[in-house]
């Protein structure tokens, strides 16, 4: 273990996100971890320097948050970033120029944003495949890519792909793996046990779980990956703030129970829409006919909590769905214990044309949706009266409209 707070390895998720740091002030016996906002630390003596000389390169407060999350995910350890795109903006510094990335098609926006730009300014290579398609992947793979970019489940489709599959194929050929957590969190799924070399995490969503933070991270299976992306998240100045670290690490402390909690509503959510009359298909890998089904259950150990559904009907009925609904909040972003819906053809993904939306899957008519831990009578009924305000619902008998609840 790299540092000496991290006296004790803890084996189970709950313990280590409960445990992590707790009475390790060794001055005062604080219970909670203190936060520690000083910028600089002073030399013990002449060129003696203490464990942290400057919070950009080191600072206790986030050096647990880091640790913790390491443990999490079965890792060396961790670098807590200002945000989830400065942990990917880290993690791509390992590239020379010229060498080349391997990405989902459907990655995360700011991540497509990011590596297209990187691309467009000469400064690397790179590939955007549908990582489901072998042949594809595997012709992607013959042009020695030096990382590979995995994310599952997707955005906002919920694809799945085979962490464990990809990873050893991408070794293969001599390219690092790196996994973009985010959706699942280590409750759902632990790519480094699975293969990858790297896992990231926008802390943002269910890691801090309270829509309080932007924050991210990154956490590497082996020392030197981790050394070298310390040194470059130094370099760039993109670790995160003491502030957000104390904050992050006290919504870690629950990660475990509010995991289950979203887990159980969105499979009763899931439940009550897949029987509704006025939703045309819902998007969910614990469905059986979820085309990653199989893969979700293999590597995954719970199915999560993001839901996408297409509303029988146009945009207009949409507005009327959303209209309709006084308990989730229309807005993007996800993972906080707060539900909210968000339309991605003209939210999260109203950056990419029409014409890409198509080829994505994402149609005028779908939803988007982070299920909250709220009470899941209210989710639903809050639904129902959304379902109520669409202008075809005159139509449809009261008794199949209500079927579903
Ligand atoms: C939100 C998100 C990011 C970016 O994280 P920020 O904290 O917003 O910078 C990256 N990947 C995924 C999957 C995300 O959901």
Redesign the pocket.
């Known amino acids: 273990m790299p540092t000496s707070n991290r006296t004790q390895h803890r084996a189970t998720i709950e313990t280590i996100a409960v445990r992590a740091g707790i009475e390790s002030d060794s001055q005062h016996g604080a219970i909670t971890p203190p936060l520690y906002l000083s910028s600089n630390y002073s030399f013990a003596g002449f060129d003696d320097k203490r464990e942290f000389d400057y919070s950009r390169s080191g600072n206790p407060t986030r050096q647990l948050l880091g640790q913790a999350l390491a443990d999490l995910e079965g890792g060396y350890d961790g670098i807590v970033t200002s945000?989830?795109?400065?942990?990917?903006f880290a993690v791509i510094q390992l590239l020379k120029g010229g060498e080349r990335i391997l990405a989902p098609h459907d990655c995360?926006g700011?991540?497509f944003r990011l590596f297209k730009s990187y691309a467009e300014k000469g400064l690397i290579s790179l590939d955007f495949v549908d990582q489901t398609d072998e042949v594809a992947l595997t012709a992607a793979l013959q042009k020695k890519p030096k990382l590979v970019w995995i994310?599952t489940p997707s955005?906002p489709l919920l694809r799945v792909v085979d962490i464990e599959k990809i990873s050893k194929q991408a070794k293969e050929h001599g390219a690092l793996v790196a996994v973009?957590n985010?959706?699942l969190s280590p409750v759902f799924q632990k790519p480094l046990l699975l293969g990858a070399d790297i896992v990231?995490h926008?802390?943002?969503?269910y890691i801090n779980g309270h829509s309080d933070v932007?924050?991210?991270a990154v956490i590497a299976k082996d020392q030197q990956v981790f050394e070298d992306i310390k040194w470059w998240a130094n370099c760039t100045g993109v670790t995160g703030a003491a502030f957000d670290s104390f904050l992050t690490l006290r919504g870690l402390r629950t990660l475990d129970v509010r995991i289950q909690r979203h887990a159980k509503n969105a499979n009763k959510l899931v439940d009550y829409l897949v029987s509704h009359p006025q939703v045309e298909h819902v998007y969910f890998p614990g469905l059986v006919g979820h085309p990653g089904h199989e893969i979700a259950k293999k590597q995954q150990s719970g199915f999560g909590s993001m839901i996408s559904f297409k509303i029988n009907g146009d945009v207009e009925a949409v507005k009327a769905f959303l209209t309709g609904l006084n308990v989730f909040s229309l807005a993007e972003?996800?993972?906080g214990v707060e539900s909210l819906i968000c339309h991605p053809a003209t939210m999260t993904h109203a950056a990419v044309s029409i014409e890409e939306q198509a080829i994505a899957g994402i149609t005028q008519n779908l939803l988007r949706v982070s299920v909250g831990i709220e009470n899941i009578d209210d989710l639903i009924e809050d639904f129902e009266s959304g379902f109520n305000a669409l202008p075809s619902n005159e139509s449809i008998p009261i008794s199949a409209a209500v079927a579903g609840c």
């Open positions: 945000s989830g795109m400065s942990a990917i995360y700011g991540t994310e955005n973009d985010t959706f990231v926008s802390t943002t969503k932007v924050g991210g972003s996800l993972g």
